[in-house]
């Protein structure tokens, strides 16, 4: 089925591990997004890619590092992570703008302990 | 600093009645408005959207409408149904919804059988 794929679905780690979370779309978008979403806090931006070889931080962009690999995959990664960076990880593709066109995929849940 | 928001973290209504959903934001440059619809475990789903040219948007059972002096739209489900149960994200565009989303803090939204 076309759509937004996450990889891993649940990750556990502790303080000070790194990881990268995995995000492929296969709608041909040029537009991708990472985006966390906490109790209280909604869904806020991380980083974004508005077409493939460029990136661009969003709203809370620190510990955070993302690589465009190619026209489909858009990936994040923790460094070094933080308890505080427990959270639901969102990944969305569009067409470049039209908010109708975001197209999520179903999450990675993180918990750093 | 929010700029949606969502004051109403929660809402239980009756099945058949009426649901009120409500969204404030403070960017006079957002133009372009969306609502979407997040399960459990799923992302989130676009639900329907308004452009500031309007002051209404009506899709089914779903109609949207916008106050732009106040700076809030609403978000009305009649009837609501028991699958309408789930958390619903206010999000704001600028350029005509061409500039990437900035979400609300969400509301979940219970019906009572």
């Known amino acids: 089925n076309a759509g937004v794929t996450q990889t891993p679905k649940f990750q556990v780690l502790k303080t000070g591990q790194s990881m990268t979370l995995q995000c492929a779309q296969d709608m041909n978008h040029n537009s991708m997004y990472w985006y966390r979403q906490d109790p209280g806090m909604g869904l806020r931006l991380i980083y974004y890619?508005?077409?493939?070889?460029?990136?661009d931080k969003g709203e809370v962009p620190n510990g955070y590092n993302v690589s465009r690999l190619n026209k489909r995959e858009f990936s994040l990664r923790l460094e070094s992570a933080a308890p505080s960076q427990t959270s639901v990880y969102f990944c969305?593709?569009?067409?470049?703008?039209?908010?109708?066109?975001?197209?999520f995929g179903s999450g990675t849940r993180l918990t750093v302990v | 600093d929010q700029q949606v928001k969502q004051n109403s973290p929660s809402l239980s209504v009756q099945e058949g009645r009426i649901s009120i959903l409500n969204c404030d934001y403070t960017?006079?440059?957002?133009?372009?408005f969306l609502w979407y619809k997040k399960y459990p475990a799923e992302g989130p789903t676009f639900l329907i959207s308004?452009?500031?040219?309007?002051d209404k948007n009506e899709d089914g059972r779903f109609t949207v409408f916008l106050n732009k002096s106040a700076k809030h739209l609403s978000l009305h489900i009649v009837p609501s149904q028991p699958g309408d149960s789930a958390v619903y994200f206010c999000a704001a565009s600028g350029r005509g919804g061409n500039e990437k989303l900035t979400f609300g803090t969400g509301t979940r939204l219970t019906i009572i059988p």
């Open positions: 308004i452009s500031s040219i309007k």
């Open positions: 969305a593709s569009s067409e470049t703008g039209t908010g109708e066109g975001y197209t």
């Open positions: 960017n006079s440059m957002f133009d372009y």
């Open positions: 890619s508005a077409s493939e070889g460029t990136t």
